[in-house]
């Protein structure tokens, strides 16, 4: 693994070494430098879970990624500087679907000396900060997360209150690859995914989260959230590139199948 060209992909110019004010640095400077996307997904070109792909894609295609890609770099550069990591599996809305959810979200476990924190630039609009395994609420920014444990095997990160995904949930098990490989699968093959479904990106900068949901774009910030619609192909290829970062013209063929499935998905339900 070239790790010089991940800490410049992200702006990382300090002193890589297994403590505490790395892991932070490395964390904010990935959530900032790096899109959350599953435009692969809606082109139909496969994932895996194999991170030198993703280091690939993310690092050398200047590309951004979902959870197995996005954790899968930043767990695979950990490993490289010294630390210890373990890979969990985690189930977004598990609080809804149950078990079927675990897997279809990776997380990091770092150890730092004897003291676990959560990793996890993989969850969009999550926190740009690590955070110890500790409950209680999670201040990253301005935006309010919390983390509880909802039993005795399971923790839960709830997402800040405008979030996109509102919740996963995570045991301290290292993660079954086999696991997380057939979610990833299914992640992107299934017709019950929203991944399948819709475009998605997620985008920290400054004090916004930046979001793509179909064809809606929004600003977030911790006090106040605009939104806009994208109209056609070229205005959605020059918005991933001018608010994302992704210049990934090819996208323009998903564009049919995001605008005849956006109303169905977003649409305001009736009251």
């Known amino acids: 693994m070239d790790i010089q060209a991940y800490f410049d992909r992200v702006g990382f110019t300090g002193v890589a070494r297994p403590d505490l004010a790395t892991l932070k640095a490395l964390h904010r400077a990935?959530?900032?430098?790096?899109?959350?996307?599953?435009?692969?997904?809606?082109?139909?070109?496969?994932?895996?879970?194999?991170?030198?792909a993703a280091f690939d894609k993310i690092v050398h295609r200047r590309r951004g990624g979902w959870c197995y890609e996005m954790n899968g770099v930043l767990?695979?550069?950990?490993?490289?500087?010294?630390?210890?990591?373990?890979?969990?599996?985690?189930?977004?809305?598990?609080?809804?679907?149950?078990?079927?959810?675990?897997?279809?979200?990776?997380?990091?476990?770092?150890?730092l000396d004897g003291e676990p924190w959560v990793a996890d630039v993989g969850f969009g609009d999550g926190s740009r900060d690590p955070f110890p395994l500790r409950e209680g609420p999670i201040v990253s920014d301005g935006y309010e997360y919390r983390l509880d444990r909802v039993d005795p095997d399971w923790w839960r990160l709830t997402n800040h209150p405008a979030g996109g995904a509102p919740n996963f949930d995570f045991t301290l098990a290292p993660a079954d690859p086999a696991l997380l490989a057939a979610k990833c699968h299914e992640l992107q093959t299934s017709p019950a995914s929203v991944f399948v479904m819709t475009a998605i990106a997620q985008r920290h900068m400054g004090d916004e989260i930046r979001l793509l949901r179909g064809r809606a774009f929004r600003r977030l910030t911790p006090a106040a959230k605009t939104e806009s619609l994208i109209d056609t192909a070229?205005?959605?290829?020059?918005?991933?590139?001018?608010?994302?970062?992704?210049?990934?013209?090819?996208?323009?063929?998903?564009w049919p199948r995001i605008v005849a499935r956006h109303d169905e998905l977003f649409a305001p339900q009736p009251t």
Request: glycine share 8%.
């Open 30 to 52: 990935h959530a900032f430098a790096i899109s959350y996307e599953n435009l692969d997904v809606q082109l139909g070109r496969p994932l895996t879970t194999d991170p030198a």
């Open 75 to 111: 767990g695979a550069v950990l490993d490289d500087i010294g630390f210890k990591v373990t890979r969990l599996a985690g189930g977004v809305m598990r609080s809804v679907r149950g078990d079927e959810a675990v897997g279809n979200h990776l997380v990091l476990l770092v150890d």
């Open 234 to 254: 070229d205005e959605f290829v020059a918005l991933l590139r001018r608010e994302f970062e992704l210049d990934l013209p090819a996208a323009a063929e998903a």
